[in-house]
């Protein structure tokens, strides 16, 4: 999905006018309606203010344009697991288990690769299989190397 249908379906998801829009973000109706006809798109301040205003990523309102992964765990990430910050602003670097408030969850490699082991295995991915797949992973992901 584009910028202007993605901007477009959260506008009017929520019930708001494109000028009502516009007030809440600090710009004029006919910005509003450039974003929505593809004609341009938000500056990255006016990005961070719809990302609070609609509780959605940038990445989202961008029309998702690149698949985000946990920096810590490697789980994929999606607006209902992306971590925020203490000031509620995205992460989109974490999801909301490795990183809570601001602060990292796991003290060491090793003690999130145990919880993943723990929680991950199944029948069909028996532990030892969790713990190679994490031991391969864990260390590529920015938090850890």
């Known amino acids: 999905m584009d910028t202007k249908d993605v901007i477009l379906e959260l506008r009017t998801g929520n019930g708001l006018s494109q000028e009502e829009l516009a007030k809440k973000v600090y710009v004029t109706r006919q910005a509003v ?11 990255t301040e006016t ?16 029309g998702s344009p690149r698949q985000l992964i946990c920096q810590c765990c490697g789980m994929p990430l999606d607006d209902g697991t992306i971590s925020k910050e203490p000031d509620g602003d995205f992460n989109e670097a974490y999801c909301k288990w490795c990183y809570v408030d601001g602060v990292f969850t796991y003290k060491s490699k090793e003690q999130l690769i145990d919880f993943c082991v723990e929680h991950m295995a199944t029948e069909d991915w ?3 299989q969790v713990r190679a797949h994490m031991e391969a992973v864990v260390p590529t992901l920015d938090h850890w190397k």
Do not use: C, H, Q, Y
């Not at 961070?48 to 961008?62: A, G």
């Open 47 to 62: 990005l961070k203010l719809l990302s609070k205003l609609f509780d959605v990523s940038i990445n989202t309102l961008l």
């Open 126 to 128: 028996p532990a030892e």
């Open 33 to 43: 309606s450039r974003w929505e006809t593809g004609e341009t798109v938000p500056n």
